[in-house]
């Protein structure tokens, strides 16, 4: 059976960079649910109109609304051999109707943490900087720029800080995750369905072990990457 990835993983743990490699490497689209909104509110339908309100209203997408746009990305063509969610779900009544979801599409659903130590994110997130030129970002510890703060790609540029990467901005978003995603974990544990590996290595590392655990549930990568029964 094909299957349904959900990657879990705190802000700055690298899931959106795994599911990009899942879609790389194996043929498994990424649907990220905060880019799918976005893209989706463009078009010109009831659906757009209302998702267009919420974002104006500055409230978070009811349950209802995400599973909605979730279930008409899934149903799309490239969606029908497996795809990897990221971002979703984030309640237990997300979950709830992602396994609907799944029975209706005869998918089973295998969930991954990706596991980075809280005090390790807080530092990755404050010492992020960007360029409000090309939008390159640098790290002041992992990836710093060659002149103090400026870009090295516009040199006369200074870098900035993302009004969100405060500590105590960052410390909120860590908390709220830990609050929200807590049920989630310990739900995809009591199935049997959760995996959970250790995030504070390379990205490379933690593909293949992704890549590990998908294999051992059933499936091997077969011609042009793409996944095949085993």
């Known amino acids: 059976m094909w299957k349904i990835i959900v990657l879990i993983g705190a802000p700055g743990a690298g899931k959106g960079t795994q599911a990009r490699l899942l879609q790389e490497h194996l043929n498994l689209p990424q649907i990220s649910t905060g880019d799918m ?9 009831v659906l757009a109109e209302e998702i267009k309100a919420v974002q104006s209203s500055g409230k978070l997408a009811s349950d209802d609304l995400v599973m909605r746009v979730v279930e008409e990305r899934t149903t799309m063509e490239d969606s029908a051999n497996g795809y990897v969610l990221d971002g979703f779900p984030r309640t237990m009544a997300q979950a709830e109707m992602l396994e609907k979801l799944a029975t209706e599409q005869g998918l089973e659903i295998v969930a991954i943490v990706v ?14 900087l960007s360029c409000p030129v090309c939008g390159e970002i640098y790290h002041t510890q992992s990836k710093p720029p060659k002149d ?13 800080q993302r009004v969100d990467d405060t500590a105590e901005k960052v410390k909120i978003r860590l908390d709220t995750y830990n609050e929200q995603t807590k049920p989630l974990i310990d739900y995809y544990g009591s199935t049997g369905r959760l995996h959970r590996i250790d995030g504070t ?15 051992s549930n059933g499936f091997v990568t077969g011609h042009q990457g793409s ?4």
């Open 37 to 45: 909104l976005r893209a989706r509110a463009q078009e010109k339908d």
């Open 201 to 215: 290595r390379d990205r490379e590392a933690i593909h293949k072990e992704i890549e590990g655990i998908i294999r």
């Open 148 to 160: 103090d703060k400026k870009c090295d790609l516009h040199p006369y540029t200074e870098l900035v």
């Open 115 to 128: 596991d980075v130590p809280f005090e390790l994110l807080e530092k990755r997130a404050t010492g992020r």
């Open 227 to 230: 996944l095949q029964h085993a």
